[in-house]
Every structure is written in structure tokens, then in C-alpha cells.
């Protein structure tokens, strides 16, 4: 799977559910401290106190490190702070993320799987024309862009769709794959048979794999049958497998 050990973690983080409880009080003594502490942000999600809102606009303001500002503009926006700004603070990184015109860093195999170690040559070359160093320029598009993207998408605001839409369209394979599960996050129906045609551009069956768990996402029983019918028959079996096994009831242990 691409960039798994980011995946891990990225996914880690949508999951509050193992959060500590702790007292409001204590909590917005947390958020008030510096340089601000993003595992707060677990305990923060637990609550969703309300009380909480204008310490994390003070934290806002105060914090200058990137990723931390991040977090907290994106709980801000998840706890329903209506101000633009912390939205246009998400969005201008993860704009440049996926517009960025940098072929692929990473070295695929026919499965589609990434080659550990490797380097694209296409990508070195373009690299090469920027004058930018290539490996520090791989963990900005791995790492960095993921991240910015990822920021984005987890907040499911509705103002986001037509940068993640545009994500789909990325040379950055696990920008496509953290697009695909936000679009289909916020239900936009309107984004399934862009979905469904980037196996056009990327004909491998962990492509497919990757898109049929995203579009189970998907309530309405129409994407379900547009899915089934997609001329990509190796992606509508992926799905189907994806579906089963989220409609499988749980075995208890």
C-alpha cells in the first residue's frame, strides 16, 4: 500500500475514539500551553466542548509551527468555528499540494506497488530542471503534500471539494488516494465517475483496491449501481470485495 506507515498514522488520527477523558477545565489548560501540544487535539475531539473554541483561536494565533497550526485550524473548522480564515489557512497548502506538476517520486512495480529505496528517474530529471534536490524534494511530495492534503480533507467542510477534486487528478498517488476517501466522505456524487476514470490513468489493481475501499465511503444506492457498472470490471470486483467485507458483521472475540 502507498506510503503505508503515513497511511497508518493518517488514519490513526480521523480516530478519537480511544481518547482520554479529562475535565474541560483541565483540557483548555492543555490548549493554552507553549508551544502548543497537537495530542491535546485527541481529548479536544472526545469532548467537542464548545467552551474550548476560544482558547483554540488563541492557540491559533500564537502557534507558528506549520503542522501544529494545522491541527488546530482543522479542529477549529471540525468543532464548527465559522471563520474563513482557519479554512483558507488548510487550503493554501493543500492547493499547492495538488496542482504540483512533479511526476511521481516513487518507483512503481506492475502490481502497482512502490519499490522501497527508489527514486524515480522521471522524477529526478524534473527535479534536475527545477534545481531542486530530489530526495529532499521526494519527502515534500510524500510526506509534506500527504499531510497538507490529509489536514484538509479530515475537517469534511464542503468548501473543500474543489481542491480535493483536483487531487484526483495528481501525479502523487497517495494524494489521489487521500482525495478519493474525502470526496467520498462529503458524499459528492458529482466526484464518482472522476473517481472511477482515474484507473484510466492508472491501470493497477492496488489503484483499484485503494479506490473501492473509498468509494464504500458512499451512502446512496445509485453510486452503488454507477460503481457496478464502471467499464473498469477489475475495479467494480474490488469494490464489491471492499463492500462485503465493511457489510460483514463483526465477530466478537
Do not use: H
Request: with cysteine; net charge neutral.
Amino acid at each position: 500500500m502507498i506510503a503505508r506507515n503515513l497511511l497508518i498514522l493518517l488514519a490513526l488520527s480521523w480516530n478519537t475514539s480511544l481518547a482520554q477523558k479529562l475535565p474541560s477545565e483541565e483540557i483548555i489548560q492543555r490548549i493554552s500551553k507553549r508551544p502548543f501540544d497537537i495530542n491535546v487535539i485527541t481529548s479536544v475531539m472526545e469532548s467537542r466542548d464548545p467552551s474550548f473554541l476560544p482558547a483554540l483561536r488563541k492557540a491559533f494565533e500564537e502557534t507558528s509551527e506549520k503542522s501544529a497550526k494545522q491541527v488546530i485550524a482543522s479542529t477549529l473548522i471540525k468543532l464548527g468555528d465559522p471563520a474563513s480564515e482557519y479554512f483558507d489557512y488548510l487550503a493554501q497548502f493543500a492547493l499547492q499540494a495538488v496542482t504540483s506538476l512533479a511526476p511521481s517520486a516513487l518507483v512503481y512495480d506492475a502490481e502497482g506497488r512502490s519499490v522501497r529505496g527508489k527514486i524515480s528517474p522521471e522524477f529526478e530529471l524534473w527535479c534536475q530542471a527545477n534545481g531542486l534536490d530530489p530526495v529532499q524534494e521526494a519527502g515534500k511530495q510524500i510526506w509534506t503534500y500527504g499531510n497538507d492534503v490529509f489536514e484538509l480533507a479530515q475537517t469534511r467542510d464542503r468548501r473543500a471539494i474543489g481542491i480535493l477534486r483536483q487531487g484526483l487528478d495528481s501525479n502523487n498517488r497517495l494524494i489521489v488516494q487521500i482525495t478519493a476517501e474525502g470526496l467520498a466522505s462529503l458524499q459528492d456524487t458529482v466526484s464518482v465517475q472522476r473517481i472511477i476514470a482515474v484507473t484510466d490513468r492508472i491501470p493497477t489493481d492496488e489503484m483499484r483496491a485503494i479506490l473501492g475501499n473509498a468509494l464504500t465511503l458512499y451512502e446512496e444506492s445509485t453510486v452503488e449501481k454507477q460503481i457496478l457498472a464502471a467499464r473498469d470490471r477489475r475495479l467494480a470486483e474490488k469494490y464489491t470485495e471492499a463492500l462485503r467485507r465493511k457489510r460483514e458483521p463483526k465477530s466478537s472475540k
